[in-house]
């Protein structure tokens, strides 16, 4: 059996380990801004909304020619891309505040052209994985990958409470900058093979068309693309929009408040991580991410009426467990089931099919927010149909049920 400790010992999956870890670490330090800038600085919690709906288009919109392109290209440099253009919208931000132009607008617009961003880094990121490491690996390669990414979400959030404390918004977002930076020197050193490429046509779309085919005829592929748009649609906007509201309303907080919610979220992230690590599941893969979901929805209910700290740091811990849970057999299962020249393609549908749904989340749970309907009917009955949706798929679906 293969040890994680080789696996750090492989050049280019450790240089993407780090990239990840500092990636992570500056973009939770950024997300926690910008969320307490838009709900405490500007007072319009109920337009967060519409800036996630806004970051949440154009990551869609583009995600299937984002799987396109990093089945043509070297992912690494797509990567590379991606993120050294964030480092330059960030500073962007910068100058925005110290003008003293930073707005909803113009929160908007950024958020926009981060979705844009993500449709190609995604792909691309899924994709790289498993080139640069064996297949029996890839379990826990996800695992180690997504575990130690935590870290960075950790301890993110953390640390922009106590920089959100002592610094201005302006300091906050240069420092997180600086450090997306280091993430992009450490990807400009990693060495991608060469890609593997099927024999379809050069033209885009029929290359996009055979991919939705090739996903569509694997029962595997096309059950994950059903389950993760039901969990997608009733999870995110509760979420996304949910915890901020919390940490303000139910709790009285402060952005430090905030980052303790966030902070214990990604925590269990971790812990489910380690546990992936040591412990790689090989059974029934897809009913356990089907019964992890359900758990989920009925603890996204049980936040939304605490009002206490610990409480509810608890109930964010254990979404943080539950998120990981089903992310890494996913992808798991995704790269177990997917030919290498469509694997770009895959990732980008798979992700389609699931974070479709996400902007309109957003907008049923901004305008219930808009008709003064509580987060505390609003979070639990999401939550629930949730449950109940991804279970009646289990009986339904056998390919659920039986699949490693």
Known sequence: MSQPLPLLRNRNFLLLWLASVIGNLALAVAMLAETWYVVNQLGAKAQLGWVMIAGSVPRIALMAIGGVVADRMKRGRIIVASMGIRVVLLFALVGLLALGQLDIVMLTVFAF?????????????GALLPGIVRD??????????????????????????????QLSYQSVFAFTGVTLSLGVLCMLFLREPEIERGEGGNHLLAEL????????????????????????????GPLGLGVPIVANDNLAGSATTLSYLQSAFAAGMVLGGILLTLYPPTKKRLLMIVLVIAFEGVVLGLLAHTHWLYPAVALQFLLGLGVVSNNVPMMSLIQHYTDRSKIGRVMSLNTMASMGLSPISYALVTALLGLH?????????????????????AVKIPTIRHID
């Open 373 to 393: 309907v509580s987060i505390g009917w609003i979070m639990p009955l999401f939550g629930l149909t949730m449950a109940v949706l991804v279970l009646a798929l």
């Open 136 to 165: 029996a690996d890839l379990s826990r390669a996800n695992s180690i990958m997504l575990t130690t990414n935590q870290i960075g979400l950790v301890f993110g959030p953390v640390l922009g409470g106590i920089l959100l404390a």
């Open 113 to 125: 052209l981060y979705g844009a961003l993500d449709a190609f880094f995604w792909p691309a990121s």
């Open 209 to 236: 068309k055979e991919g939705l085919q090739y996903a569509l005829a694997t029962p595997v592929l096309r059950s994950l693309m059903i389950v993760y748009a039901i969990a997608n649609l009733l999870f995110m």
